[in-house]
Protein backbone atom coordinates (compact mmCIF):
# COMPACT_ATOMS: atom_id res chain seq x y z
CA UNK A 1 0.00 0.00 0.00
CA UNK A 2 1.42 3.37 -1.04
CA UNK A 3 2.40 6.09 2.02
CA UNK A 4 0.22 8.74 2.03
CA UNK A 5 2.56 11.43 0.55
CA UNK A 6 0.47 14.37 2.45
CA UNK A 7 1.49 13.28 5.44
CA UNK A 8 5.41 13.15 5.17
CA UNK A 9 7.38 15.77 7.24
CA UNK A 10 9.14 18.37 5.60
CA UNK A 11 12.90 17.74 5.87
CA UNK A 12 15.36 19.76 7.80
CA UNK A 13 17.84 21.44 5.80
CA UNK A 14 21.41 20.35 5.75
CA UNK A 15 22.81 22.51 7.74
CA UNK A 16 25.70 23.03 5.14
CA UNK A 17 23.30 24.22 2.97
CA UNK A 18 24.60 20.83 0.32
CA UNK A 19 23.19 17.41 0.45
CA UNK A 20 24.69 14.60 -1.01
CA UNK A 21 23.12 11.70 -3.37
CA UNK A 22 23.49 9.96 -0.46
CA UNK A 23 22.41 11.61 2.34
CA UNK A 24 18.82 12.86 -0.22
CA UNK A 25 18.01 8.96 -0.42
CA UNK A 26 18.46 8.26 3.52
CA UNK A 27 16.26 11.61 3.99
CA UNK A 28 13.81 10.42 1.96
CA UNK A 29 13.66 6.38 3.27
CA UNK A 30 13.32 8.24 6.79
CA UNK A 31 10.50 10.16 5.38
CA UNK A 32 8.98 7.64 4.08
CA UNK A 33 9.16 5.32 7.35
CA UNK A 34 7.84 8.57 9.73
CA UNK A 35 5.07 8.62 7.56
CA UNK A 36 4.29 5.04 7.42
CA UNK A 37 4.37 4.69 11.15
CA UNK A 38 1.93 7.40 11.22
CA UNK A 39 -0.42 6.67 8.52
CA UNK A 40 -0.67 2.94 10.49
CA UNK A 41 -0.73 4.09 13.92
CA UNK A 42 -4.20 6.17 12.97
CA UNK A 43 -5.61 3.48 10.65
CA UNK A 44 -5.22 0.20 13.16
CA UNK A 45 -4.40 2.16 16.46
CA UNK A 46 -0.96 1.75 18.37
CA UNK A 47 -0.97 -1.59 19.38
CA UNK A 48 -2.17 -3.06 16.22
CA UNK A 49 0.91 -1.68 14.57
CA UNK A 50 4.22 -3.61 14.18
CA UNK A 51 7.98 -2.15 13.21
CA UNK A 52 7.65 -5.00 10.19
CA UNK A 53 4.17 -3.21 9.25
CA UNK A 54 5.84 -0.14 8.90
CA UNK A 55 8.66 -1.39 6.91
CA UNK A 56 6.57 -3.36 4.92
CA UNK A 57 4.39 -0.03 3.86
CA UNK A 58 7.44 1.91 3.68
CA UNK A 59 8.76 -0.20 0.86
CA UNK A 60 12.02 -1.13 3.36
CA UNK A 61 13.48 -3.66 5.61
CA UNK A 62 13.12 -3.91 8.99
CA UNK A 63 16.99 -3.38 9.37
CA UNK A 64 16.95 -0.31 7.26
CA UNK A 65 13.96 0.40 9.70
CA UNK A 66 16.35 -0.04 12.63
CA UNK A 67 18.97 2.17 11.32
CA UNK A 68 16.57 5.25 11.38
CA UNK A 69 14.70 5.15 14.00
CA UNK A 70 14.06 2.70 17.55
CA UNK A 71 11.04 1.85 17.37
CA UNK A 72 7.51 2.91 15.84
CA UNK A 73 6.75 5.83 18.53
CA UNK A 74 9.75 7.27 17.07
CA UNK A 75 9.40 7.24 13.54
CA UNK A 76 5.63 8.33 13.87
CA UNK A 77 6.77 11.42 15.84
CA UNK A 78 9.51 12.23 13.96
CA UNK A 79 8.24 15.19 12.55
CA UNK A 80 8.06 16.95 16.39
CA UNK A 81 12.27 16.32 16.01
CA UNK A 82 12.11 18.22 12.98
CA UNK A 83 9.74 21.08 14.55
CA UNK A 84 12.27 20.81 17.66
CA UNK A 85 15.41 21.43 15.38
CA UNK A 86 13.56 23.68 13.29
CA UNK A 87 13.00 26.08 16.29
CA UNK A 88 16.63 25.23 17.48
CA UNK A 89 18.02 27.05 14.59
CA UNK A 90 15.64 29.99 14.12
CA UNK A 91 16.46 30.68 18.21
CA UNK A 92 20.52 30.41 17.15
CA UNK A 93 19.41 33.60 14.40
CA UNK A 94 17.86 35.95 16.87
CA UNK A 95 19.07 39.04 17.25
CA UNK A 96 21.75 38.65 20.38
CA UNK A 97 20.66 41.69 22.75
CA UNK A 98 17.42 40.27 22.64
CA UNK A 99 15.83 38.99 25.96
CA UNK A 100 16.00 34.97 26.25
CA UNK A 101 12.49 34.36 26.86
CA UNK A 102 11.34 36.98 23.79
CA UNK A 103 14.21 35.50 21.84
CA UNK A 104 12.60 31.73 21.90
CA UNK A 105 8.72 33.25 22.05
CA UNK A 106 9.84 34.82 18.47
CA UNK A 107 11.77 31.99 17.27
CA UNK A 108 8.60 29.92 17.47
CA UNK A 109 6.61 32.37 15.42
CA UNK A 110 8.74 32.58 12.69
CA UNK A 111 8.70 28.97 12.94
CA UNK A 112 5.04 28.62 12.67
CA UNK A 113 4.71 31.64 10.07
CA UNK A 114 7.34 29.97 7.74
CA UNK A 115 6.00 29.27 4.24
CA UNK A 116 9.34 27.91 2.72
CA UNK A 117 9.81 25.02 5.97
CA UNK A 118 6.19 25.13 7.09
CA UNK A 119 5.60 23.87 10.78
CA UNK A 120 4.53 20.22 10.68
CA UNK A 121 1.65 20.79 12.52
CA UNK A 122 -0.12 22.39 9.03
CA UNK A 123 -0.32 18.76 7.22
CA UNK A 124 -3.31 16.61 7.27
CA UNK A 125 -4.17 14.07 10.73
CA UNK A 126 -1.10 16.01 12.86
CA UNK A 127 -3.78 16.84 15.22
CA UNK A 128 -5.03 13.43 15.23
CA UNK A 129 -1.73 12.15 16.19
CA UNK A 130 -0.88 14.70 18.84
CA UNK A 131 -4.17 14.09 20.38
CA UNK A 132 -3.47 10.09 20.69
CA UNK A 133 0.05 11.14 22.46
CA UNK A 134 -2.59 11.65 25.28
CA UNK A 135 -3.97 8.96 25.61
CA UNK A 136 -1.45 6.16 24.26
CA UNK A 137 1.44 6.00 27.25
CA UNK A 138 4.24 4.68 24.82
CA UNK A 139 3.38 7.65 22.44
CA UNK A 140 3.62 10.04 25.51
CA UNK A 141 7.21 8.33 26.39
CA UNK A 142 8.61 8.75 22.74
CA UNK A 143 7.26 12.41 22.60
CA UNK A 144 9.02 13.50 25.82
CA UNK A 145 11.85 12.12 24.97
CA UNK A 146 11.77 14.27 21.62
CA UNK A 147 10.52 16.90 23.47
CA UNK A 148 13.13 16.97 26.49
CA UNK A 149 16.38 16.50 24.23
CA UNK A 150 15.18 19.61 21.74
CA UNK A 151 14.86 21.44 25.01
CA UNK A 152 18.07 20.55 26.36
CA UNK A 153 19.92 22.29 22.87
CA UNK A 154 17.87 25.28 23.60
CA UNK A 155 18.96 25.33 27.16
CA UNK A 156 22.92 25.30 25.68
CA UNK A 157 21.62 28.46 23.01
CA UNK A 158 20.45 29.91 25.62
CA UNK A 159 23.54 30.18 28.12
CA UNK A 160 25.58 30.90 24.88
CA UNK A 161 23.28 34.12 24.57
CA UNK A 162 23.81 35.06 28.21
CA UNK A 163 27.66 33.71 28.82
CA UNK A 164 26.35 31.43 31.52
CA UNK A 165 27.68 27.84 32.18
CA UNK A 166 23.99 25.83 31.70
CA UNK A 167 24.92 23.44 34.28
CA UNK A 168 25.47 25.96 37.06
CA UNK A 169 23.28 28.93 35.93
CA UNK A 170 19.35 28.31 36.43
CA UNK A 171 18.40 30.89 33.96
CA UNK A 172 19.04 29.25 30.86
CA UNK A 173 16.65 26.16 31.74
CA UNK A 174 14.13 28.57 33.63
CA UNK A 175 13.65 30.20 30.37
CA UNK A 176 13.40 27.75 27.93
CA UNK A 177 11.01 25.60 30.42
CA UNK A 178 9.04 28.24 30.86
CA UNK A 179 9.05 29.34 26.94
CA UNK A 180 8.68 25.60 25.80
CA UNK A 181 5.60 24.34 28.59
CA UNK A 182 3.61 27.50 26.79
CA UNK A 183 4.24 25.84 23.47
CA UNK A 184 3.56 22.32 24.37
CA UNK A 185 0.61 23.82 26.37
CA UNK A 186 -0.91 25.38 23.25
CA UNK A 187 -0.42 22.30 20.65
CA UNK A 188 -2.08 20.24 23.40
CA UNK A 189 -5.03 22.82 23.47
CA UNK A 190 -4.84 22.90 20.05
CA UNK A 191 -4.86 19.45 19.34
CA UNK A 192 -7.76 18.43 21.32
CA UNK A 193 -10.05 20.89 19.41
CA UNK A 194 -9.59 24.42 21.66
CA UNK A 195 -9.29 27.46 18.81
CA UNK A 196 -7.89 30.87 19.62
CA UNK A 197 -10.26 33.59 20.57
CA UNK A 198 -10.97 35.59 18.00
CA UNK A 199 -13.21 38.06 19.08
CA UNK A 200 -14.00 39.70 16.02
CA UNK A 201 -14.39 36.50 13.74
CA UNK A 202 -17.81 34.97 12.91
CA UNK A 203 -18.86 31.47 12.34
CA UNK A 204 -19.33 31.41 8.55
CA UNK A 205 -15.58 33.32 8.55
CA UNK A 206 -13.77 29.88 8.19
CA UNK A 207 -12.53 28.69 5.09
CA UNK A 208 -9.88 25.29 4.12
CA UNK A 209 -7.04 27.63 3.55
CA UNK A 210 -3.50 27.23 4.48
CA UNK A 211 -1.16 29.92 6.24
CA UNK A 212 -0.80 31.84 2.80
CA UNK A 213 -4.77 32.30 2.64
CA UNK A 214 -5.07 29.70 -0.90
CA UNK A 215 -7.01 26.89 -0.79
CA UNK A 216 -5.61 23.79 0.05
CA UNK A 217 -6.79 20.35 0.57
CA UNK A 218 -3.29 19.02 2.03
CA UNK A 219 -3.21 21.05 4.70
CA UNK A 220 -5.21 21.51 7.94
CA UNK A 221 -7.77 24.60 7.66
CA UNK A 222 -7.53 25.09 11.57
CA UNK A 223 -3.65 25.23 11.94
CA UNK A 224 -3.42 28.30 11.13
CA UNK A 225 -5.14 29.27 14.60
CA UNK A 226 -2.37 27.51 16.49
CA UNK A 227 -0.37 30.81 15.94
CA UNK A 228 -2.83 32.41 17.73
CA UNK A 229 -3.23 29.94 20.21
CA UNK A 230 0.50 30.32 21.01
CA UNK A 231 0.37 34.09 20.82
CA UNK A 232 -2.46 33.96 23.82
CA UNK A 233 -0.55 31.12 25.73
CA UNK A 234 2.69 33.80 25.69
CA UNK A 235 0.40 36.46 27.25
CA UNK A 236 -0.88 34.50 29.63
CA UNK A 237 2.44 33.43 30.80
CA UNK A 238 3.80 36.84 30.65
CA UNK A 239 0.61 38.43 32.62
CA UNK A 240 0.52 35.72 35.08
CA UNK A 241 4.20 36.36 35.83
CA UNK A 242 3.41 40.10 36.25
CA UNK A 243 1.19 39.57 38.77
CA UNK A 244 3.32 37.49 40.86
CA UNK A 245 5.96 40.14 40.66
CA UNK A 246 3.25 42.74 41.76
CA UNK A 247 2.47 40.73 44.58
CA UNK A 248 6.26 39.72 45.88
CA UNK A 249 6.77 42.99 46.25
CA UNK A 250 3.46 44.39 48.32
CA UNK A 251 4.28 42.41 51.93
CA UNK A 252 1.51 39.83 52.54
CA UNK A 253 -1.45 40.89 55.35
CA UNK A 254 -0.93 39.87 58.60
CA UNK A 255 2.57 39.34 57.92
Request: glycine share 6%.
Amino acid sequence: MKVNEDTLPDPVPAQDGVEDRRQRKARQTRNALAAAALDLILERGLAEVTVGAVADRADVTRRTFSRHFVGKEDAALDFVRGDGDRINALLRARPADEPPLLAYRRAVADWLADQENPASHIRPRMRALLALVDTEPALFAAYERIRVDAQEESIRIIADRLGADDVRDLRPAVVVDAAAGVLTAALRAWARGRQADHPDAHPGDRSDTHPGGRPDDHHDPDAVDLAALVEQAYDALMGEAALAASHRATPESGK
